[in-house]
Nanobody, 129 residues
Framework: QVQLVESGGGSVQAGGSLKLSCAAS????????MGWFRQTPGKEREGIAT???????????FIADSVKGRFTVFADNVKNTMILQMDSLNPEDTAMYYC???????????????????WGQGTQVTVSS
C-alpha cells in the first residue's frame, strides 16, 4: 500500500501562485503513476496533471489542456514527493486538490479517477478575484 499526504493549499489572489506537495510513503516503488486531481462541489473529479516513473529516476509529465501553460508537475526524489506548481491562478482554479497513485502507467494518460489505486485526503485551494 501507499500513503499520500497533500500540503500547500491555501488562499491566493487571482494571478498568484501556489505550490502543492504530495508526500508518498509505503510502497512508493510500485506507484509508477502519480497524479493530481481537483474537484468542486457537485462536479466530477478532474485529472489535471500526472507523472509517470521511468527508468533511472526519469519522469514523464502530462498536463491537461485546462491547465497547460500555467501548471507544472515534477518529482522530488529525495523526499518521495510530487510537486504541482500552479501559476497565474484564477478563480476557476478554486477546488479541493487531491493526489493519487496508480500501480500501472496507463492511468497517467487516461486520467480516469477509477483507475487510480490510492488517494490522499486533499488540500483546499481558493483563488479570489
Amino acid at each position: 500500500q501507499v500513503q499520500l499526504v497533500e500540503s500547500g493549499g491555501g488562499s491566493v489572489q487571482a494571478g498568484g501562485s501556489l505550490k502543492l506537495s504530495c508526500a508518498a510513503s509505503g510502497d512508493t516503488y510500485s506507484s509508477v503513476c502519480m497524479g493530481w486531481f481537483r474537484q468542486t462541489p457537485g462536479k466530477e473529479r478532474e485529472g489535471i496533471a500526472t507523472l509517470t516513473s521511468g527508468r533511472r529516476n526519469t519522469y514523464y509529465p502530462f498536463i491537461a489542456d485546462s491547465v497547460k501553460g500555467r501548471f507544472t508537475v515534477f518529482a522530488d526524489n529525495v523526499k518521495n514527493t510530487m510537486i504541482l506548481q500552479m501559476d497565474s491562478l484564477n478563480p476557476e482554479d478554486t477546488a479541493m486538490y487531491y493526489c493519487a497513485a496508480a500501480f500501472t502507467t496507463s492511468p497517467c494518460y487516461t486520467m480516469r479517477e477509477v483507475d487510480f489505486d490510492a488517494w490522499g485526503q486533499g488540500t483546499q485551494v481558493t483563488v479570489s478575484s
